[in-house]
């Protein structure tokens, strides 16, 4: 008691006096009430209501209802029976209530005890279950090498390019593996399912066995039932015959033994009247007595002794008398054993033979159903045999009628094959001047295309060595002009606008065709402008220019220069854009779009001398 007092007395109670005695100070219930509200398991306001008065049964009770409710809060198992003993001071109630309230409070602050493992638990390793493959559907190398690298990291470029096999094959097994998984649980699922189907149909099967076999058994039962009811009725009817017998027996030696006590009694009283003392006699006795025999009634009642006594059996006659009986009476109980033989006998026969009768019966039902059933069977045999032969009969029959129809189609088709060929090699024969016209027709044709194409094809060149040569003037002139190289800038600008086509100036709208005379004369310039004469010639102080035979050749030196100088070598551009491009690109406008040659030609050359 002392830790609980030493408890309860404690700081973390809050008590408002000391506790000295359990049984006396906790009587009431108002300390309880404290400890709970200072543990803040009940309101502050909880006290207000309360009262310290141990006399007072009702405020006790009171008190306690409250501390009742704590104890509900806290989680305290109680009895009311403990209330009850802590109010009247019993010893040791109030510490068996504190006892649970102390742990209830000092397990409330600590952490939930860990579960215990059950000695049950198994170690047996888990179900394998793959994890998810996000990335089995990016399998465009070429996608997602641009999305995880960037254009700097060359070197994991260069490593991913050369494991794109291992990737590959890779995706390739996981692909396999998953295949043969989900072909496997196809197959487990097939399985579980066929074996759900055996052993449904098994189950069917088995109540179906079960059903018939207690339909069997309730027929027999059936069976078996009426055989005892009708064996009972035959025990019935034959023991109600013996019953009957019996009565029947009795009643007769009931009426026979009536008769002979009525028979007796009438002897006696004729002689008691013969002898003059019957009833008769008597009632007469007042007239006057006539005796109808000549001796005296004691004479004869002598006489009748005397008789009586003559007629006493030996011990000779008693016992032959006896051994008589005894022999009568085993000769009756052999005959009676004799008798109940033969009927039991009769009756064993009589169900043997009914017995054998009935096997007689079924044996024959049995034959009638067999001969039945064996007529049926032929009688089907048959039909399916007669069946069967009017089948063969008749494919015998539709296979030589085939064969033969065979043979005539076979002889009209190689006859019409024949027809047939020489009537197409006549037409063909006859279409040769046709064909071979179709034929140079579709020539033309085809050649006609090719010129297009070609035409379209320098087109696309002429076009494309244009845009190249506008580049090559725009950088030549930024490089002369302003005496510096192109910024990093300027040349994304100009890639740019070399990319969208927009470095050359919008073409001219077309003009309309040229006629012959035109034409020549576009053929003269440009064989002047290929030879550097005429109107093309240099100027007399700048000397002899070697003739330009093929344009592109001086394009593809300044391109080559124009490399060098972007590197920052040190290389001397064959002729400046203004001595090369202007006839160049005159060429190039004549020939795109039909302009006069002459005009073109002749403007370069004015300025050039008013320079």
Request: hydrophobic residues 35%; negative net charge.
């Given at each position: 008691?002392?830790?609980?007092?030493?408890?309860?007395?404690?700081?973390?109670?809050?008590?408002?006096?000391?506790?000295?005695?359990?049984?006396?100070?906790?009587?009431?219930?108002?300390?309880?009430?404290?400890?709970?509200?200072?543990?803040?398991?009940?309101?502050?306001?909880?006290?207000?209501?309360?009262?310290?008065?141990?006399?007072?049964?009702?405020?006790?009770?009171?008190?306690?209802?409250?501390?009742?409710?704590?104890?509900?809060?806290?989680?305290?198992?109680?009895?009311?029976?403990?209330?009850?003993?802590?109010?009247?001071?019993?010893?040791?109630?109030?510490?068996?209530?504190?006892?649970?309230?102390?742990?209830?409070?000092?397990?409330?602050?600590?952490?939930?005890?860990?579960?215990?493992?059950?000695?049950?638990?198994?170690?047996?390793?888990?179900?394998?279950?793959?994890?998810?493959?996000?990335?089995?559907?990016?399998?465009?190398?070429?996608?997602?090498?641009?999305?995880?690298?960037?254009?700097?990291?060359?070197?994991?470029?260069?490593?991913?390019?050369?494991?794109?096999?291992?990737?590959?094959?890779?995706?390739?097994?996981?692909?396999?593996?998953?295949?043969?998984?989900?072909?496997?649980?196809?197959a487990a699922a097939e399985t579980r399912a066929g074996k759900k189907v055996a052993q449904l149909l098994q189950a069917r099967e088995k109540a179906v066995f079960f059903r018939s076999w207690l339909d069997d058994g309730d027929r027999a039962w059936r069976a078996n039932q009426m055989v005892k009811i009708e064996r009972e009725r035959s025990q019935l009817r034959y023991e109600l015959a013996l019953r009957t017998r019996r009565g029947n027996v009795r009643d007769q030696e009931t009426f026979d033994s009536t008769v002979e006590g009525m028979d007796g009694v009438l002897g006696f009283e004729a002689n008691m009247k013969r002898l003059g003392i019957g009833n008769e006699v008597q009632q007469a006795a007042m007239g006057p007595q006539l005796s109808t025999l000549a001796e005296s009634g004691l004479a004869y009642l002598e006489r009748i002794e005397q008789q009586a006594r003559d007629q006493v059996m030996t011990v000779e006659a008693k016992a032959e008398m006896l051994d008589t009986l005894k022999q009568k009476a085993h000769m009756n109980q052999h005959a009676r054993h004799e008798r109940e033989r033969r009927r039991r006998k009769m009756m064993v026969d009589q169900q043997a033979s009914q017995a054998d009768l009935e096997k007689e019966r079924a044996k024959e039902q049995l034959l009638e159903r067999l001969m039945e059933d064996g007529k049926r069977q032929r009688a089907t045999a048959l039909a399916r045999w007669e069946k069967q032969h009017a089948r063969e009969a008749s494919l015998r029959e539709r296979k030589v009628e085939t064969d033969r129809l065979r043979a005539v189609a076979a002889v009209a088709v190689d006859k019409g094959f024949d027809e047939l060929t020489e009537t197409c090699r006549a037409q063909w024969e006859q279409d040769a001047p046709a064909r071979a016209a179709a034929a140079a027709e579709q020539k033309k044709v085809n050649h006609h295309k090719a010129v297009v194409r070609h035409k379209k094809a320098n087109l696309v060149i002429e076009e494309t060595i244009d845009n190249l040569l506008s580049l090559v003037?725009?950088?030549?002139?930024?490089?002369?002009?302003?005496?510096?190289?192109?910024?990093?800038?300027?040349?994304?600008?100009?890639?740019?606008?070399?990319?969208?086509?927009?470095?050359?100036?919008?073409?001219?709208?077309?003009?309309?065709?040229?006629?012959?005379?035109?034409?020549?004369?576009?053929?003269?310039?440009?064989?002047?402008?290929?030879?550097?004469?005429?109107?093309?010639?240099?100027?007399?102080?700048?000397?002899?220019?070697?003739?330009?035979?093929?344009?592109?050749?001086?394009?593809?030196?300044i391109l080559a220069a124009l490399a060098a100088a972007a590197t920052g070598t040190d290389a001397a551009i064959p002729c400046r854009p203004a001595d090369l491009g202007e006839p160049l690109g005159s060429v190039r406008v004549c020939m795109v779009y039909g302009e006069s040659l002459t005009a073109a030609a002749r403007k370069p050359a004015a300025e050039g001398e008013a320079a």
């Open positions: 008691m002392s830790y609980l007092l030493a408890f309860i007395n404690s700081p973390a109670c809050g008590l408002s006096q000391p506790c000295k005695s359990l049984e006396k100070d906790l009587a009431s219930g108002y300390r309880f009430a404290e400890l709970l509200v200072h543990q803040k398991v009940l309101p502050a306001d909880s006290l207000t209501s309360l009262r310290d008065v141990p006399d007072d049964l009702d405020q006790c009770l009171h008190n306690y209802d409250t501390v009742c409710k704590g104890l509900d809060t806290l989680g305290v198992s109680y009895k009311r029976a403990v209330i009850g003993k802590c109010i009247s001071g019993h010893r040791g109630a109030a510490a068996s209530l504190l006892m649970p309230v102390k742990k209830a409070l000092a397990a409330r602050g600590q952490p939930p005890a860990p579960p215990v493992e059950l000695s049950t638990a198994t170690s047996r390793y888990k179900k394998f279950t793959r994890e998810p493959l996000t990335d089995w559907g990016s399998d465009d190398f070429m996608q997602r090498t641009m999305d995880s690298r960037k254009p700097e990291q060359w070197n994991l470029i260069d490593m991913d390019v050369h494991l794109r096999k291992f990737h590959d094959e890779q995706r390739r097994q996981e692909r396999v593996q998953s295949e043969k998984e989900e072909k496997d649980a196809s003037v725009a950088v030549t002139t930024i490089r002369s002009d302003e005496g510096r190289g192109l910024t990093l800038s300027e040349w994304h600008g100009l890639k740019a606008d070399f990319v969208k086509d927009r470095l050359r100036s919008s073409p001219p709208p077309p003009t309309p065709a040229l006629s012959a005379e035109s034409a020549a004369e576009i053929e003269c310039e440009v064989e002047s402008l290929l030879a550097l004469t005429g109107p093309w010639a240099p100027p007399a102080d700048v000397g002899e220019p070697a003739a330009i035979e093929d344009p592109v050749e001086p394009c593809v030196s």
